[in-house]
């Protein structure tokens, strides 16, 4: 079936505006989960959601980053006020359920290049 | 330091030779997960293995675990071209330990023809 799906692929802004990067997870899947990841490096946890539960927003940078799932499918990252330090490739990641059970499925990424 | 170091940072071996990365954590997980990265984008999961496991085979890929050293190793065998990639090891908490998994810095390995 469809894997995950993010857009945009690449987004080019400049410095000061927001942006909004969307992910599609696979189908029947609770979990989602958002990183970022910088060049050459690991992922960096953002934010978690399983079903109705209260989402863990524990590695969020900051609060002009900020993040919704609706109806328990799709979810959407927003960042308020970019900076260039926001550059990365943003990775959404969907599961059956929490990490300490299931493998996770990532999408191909969205590259933010903010100018 | 980082929860999920792997180790060597960057890796280059001729094609046909077995590569070997390995991973340590520091807190008590109740599974560690090797995913693949190419160039840069969407991570592609490889293997699982759950905390009471030692070692686990899927394909040419050989994982062991070693929870007493906090240790964990990933060896391809007979490796391609197209084995040439980023790996990362990520370490998923016991119940109750919060729900996201951690990982490390990636080893990169060069499979060269």
């Known amino acids: 079936g469809a894997g995950v799906s993010q857009s945009p692929s690449n987004k080019v802004t400049e410095k000061g505006k927001d942006v909004e990067l969307r992910c599609d997870p696979i189908s029947g899947h609770t979990a989602l989960y958002w990183y970022r990841q910088s060049l050459g490096q690991g992922l960096e946890f953002l934010i978690y959601?399983?079903?109705?539960?209260?989402?863990?927003k524990s590695g969020l940078p900051s609060d002009r980053f900020s993040a919704e799932r609706t109806g328990g499918s799709v979810s959407t990252l927003t960042i308020q006020r970019t900076q260039q330090e926001d550059s990365a490739v943003y990775l959404c990641a969907s599961s059956l359920g929490p990490s300490f059970t299931y493998e996770q499925y990532f999408g191909p990424g969205t590259r933010l290049t903010v100018t | 330091s980082q929860q999920g170091e792997e180790d060597p940072q960057a890796l280059s071996i001729q094609e046909g030779e077995n590569a070997t990365m390995n991973c340590s954590y520091k807190?008590?997980?109740?599974?560690l997960q090797w995913y693949r990265q190419n160039s840069g984008r969407g991570l592609v999961h490889l293997i699982l293995?759950?905390?009471?496991?030692r070692e686990k085979h899927s394909g040419r890929l050989r994982v062991t675990l070693d929870t007493s050293k906090k240790s964990s190793s990933l060896l391809i065998t007979a490796s391609r071209a197209a084995d040439t990639a980023s790996y990362f090891c990520a370490t998923a908490p016991q119940r109750g330990g919060g729900n996201k998994l951690t990982f490390g810095t990636g080893t990169q390995l060069k499979v060269e023809l």
């Open positions: 959601f399983q079903g109705n539960s209260a989402p863990d």
């Open positions: 293995i759950r905390s009471n496991e």
């Open positions: 807190t008590s997980i109740n599974n």
